[in-house]
């Protein structure tokens, strides 16, 4: 052999300590998100590109962002929102009016290890949100028309209404749909 290598030798492995810290690394990623305040809140309704700006947050360091799929456990999600019982924290706080006092969850508590926040339901307490992180940037995301949201959110909504999501959601949407505005 003259010392250089063949195209038919197989790669090394990576180091030991690089397998050991891969399966984690979310985790750090996560935990390093934990102590930040929200610095982004998304105050556009459902179907008007709440999940192509939870993705464009995430690839410009605004990530990982709170959105629906987090709260329902959708796979791909990044978070731990549905196995921390989110789903029930914003139907307590939905019920409530928006109360977060007495609550048994806080907005720190809710966006723990997130860097925004889009789309249902979170979008429904947007004002709130500006309030108790009056650094973040709203961001408002819109449909081209009143009929297309519309379009899209029966669409949409027709596959998870009434699927026990909860009761003040299906209320929220009824009164979007029932609204002069739209």
Same mark, same amino acid.
């Given at each position: ?6 195209? &038919?030798?197989?790669?090394? &492995? ?37 999940? &192509? ?107 998870? &209404? ?21």
């Amino acid at each position: 052999q003259d010392g250089t290598a063949s195209s &038919s030798q197989t790669m090394t &492995s990576p180091p030991h300590h690089l397998i050991r810290i891969l399966p984690v690394l979310p985790l750090l990623l996560l935990s390093s998100a934990a102590a930040e305040p929200l610095q982004v809140i998304g105050a556009g309704l459902g179907r008007t590109g709440t999940d &192509s700006l939870r993705m464009a947050l995430s690839d410009l360091g605004f990530g990982p962002a709170y959105h629906m799929r987090e709260v329902l456990g959708v796979p791909g999600s990044v978070g731990d929102a549905y196995a921390r019982g989110h789903v029930d924290a914003w139907a307590e706080l939905g019920e409530a009016g928006g109360e977060i006092e007495g609550r048994t969850c806080s907005w720190d508590d809710l966006f723990q290890g997130y860097r925004s926040a889009v789309d249902q339901p979170s979008q429904v307490f947007a004002v709130q949100l500006a309030e108790k992180y009056p650094d973040a940037k709203v961001v408002l995301t819109v449909r081209s028309s009143a009929e297309k949201w519309h379009e899209s959110i029966n669409a949409a909504w027709c596959r998870f &209404s009434k699927g026990g999501i909860s009761n003040w959601l299906d209320q929220a949407f009824y009164d979007y749909r029932g609204s002069e505005y739209f």
